[in-house]
């Protein structure tokens, strides 16, 4: 009998994924909340057949040189910055990731950042806790009115699609700057830096790559309104945060609202927690109980697809198949 294919888990995963994949292969999930130490990680792969990784797992080049039977690496996300797939593509390994499950609930989080940002919402809330609210006052928290402001959707993928469908529902003018092909996508295509100058609220959702990684930094943040906004849902590292602290506290921008930083968790001490009109959240873009089910879901199939040696039905790398 041929032996079952061994598979490293790098963390407890929602739903019942799991449970499926240890029906055709060995699972060994990492336990505990946190993530495998870089060398532990490596050790666990190095003698699995298949890795289901998580966007805190370094997959680097050497990780994978020194896996000698790895046939799959499958990310639990749509994002798979954390992988060196040129590594993984020399070697003939597919790398799967979680594409379109994530698009309603990242989009829904970055409109809540949004309304957060704007309405002034986290900190409307730590008044009413502290115990400062007297009365109704018509200088009381006044933030930005939605309707009618200008959204710039940095990103004209899914979610940023998913983005101004939620902005039309508000009656914002919608515009935005994208790498890709943008076809049919609503609002006014713009150069990033004519999108910086012309939004309300600038809105991020790129992948993390060599070219956007940074993208935002001194230079974009005095080019945007000093009544603007920014979001991001998408990687920290597109924006140089040393820079949006100074940004908020000198008040070249009005506001942010992140759901990501770099790194995360943001290390105490990092001027970023101490800046004023900014809401921060523990990149939870896509933490819904259905969404994160599916995304599980989907690695597993990606996974187990690759080892019964079919093509991974989300695969970033399709050069492995020729
Ligand atoms: C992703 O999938 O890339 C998100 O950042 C986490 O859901």
Redesign the pocket.
């Known amino acids: 009998m041929t032996p079952r294919p061994r598979v490293f888990v790098t963390r407890t995963l929602p739903g019942d994924a799991v449970d499926e994949l240890a029906r055709h292969a060995e699972a060994e999930v990492w336990p505990g909340g946190l993530p495998p130490p870089y060398d532990a990680l490596a050790s666990h792969v190095a003698g699995a057949d298949a890795v289901i990784c998580l ?1 805190t797992d370094r997959i680097d080049a050497a990780l994978i040189a020194g896996a000698p039977r790895l046939r799959a690496i499958s990310n639990v ?3 798979y910055d954390n992988i060196d797939v040129a590594a993984a593509t020399a070697r003939g390994i597919p790398v799967g990731n ?1 594409p379109g499950v ?1 698009t309603e609930a ?1 989009a829904d989080l970055a409109f809540a950042l949004i309304l957060a940002a704007a309405r002034r919402i986290s900190e409307a809330e730590r008044y009413v806790r502290d115990g400062r609210w007297r009365t109704w006052d018509p200088n009381l928290l006044l933030g930005m009115e939605l309707h009618g402001a200008t959204i710039g959707i940095v990103g004209m993928g899914k979610i940023g699609r998913a983005v101004a469908r939620r902005a039309a529902g508000f009656g914002m003018r919608i515009v935005y700057a994208s790498r890709g092909d943008a076809e049919g996508a609503p609002g006014a295509r713009m150069p990033l830096d004519a999108l910086l100058r012309a939004a309300d609220i600038v809105t991020l959702h790129a992948p993390l790559t060599d070219e956007t990684r940074g993208m935002i930094g001194e230079h974009e943040l005095r080019s945007m309104k000093p009544a603007a906004l920014l979001i991001n849902t998408a990687r920290g590292a597109m924006v140089d945060q040393a820079a949006l602290a100074r940004a908020l506290n000198e008040g070249w921008i009005a506001g942010a609202g992140l759901d ?1 930083a770099d790194p995360e968790p943001v290390p105490a001490g990092d001027p970023l927690l101490a800046a004023p009109n900014l809401v921060l959240l523990p ?1 939870i ?2 933490a819904t109980v259905a969404t994160r089910t599916r ?1 599980a879901a989907m690695a597993v199939e990606n996974c187990l697809a690759a080892l019964r040696g079919d093509r991974m039905p989300h695969c970033v790398n399709p050069r492995v198949y020729g």
């Open positions: 966007l996300a749509v994002g979680t994530l990242t990501v990149h873009g896509s995304m």
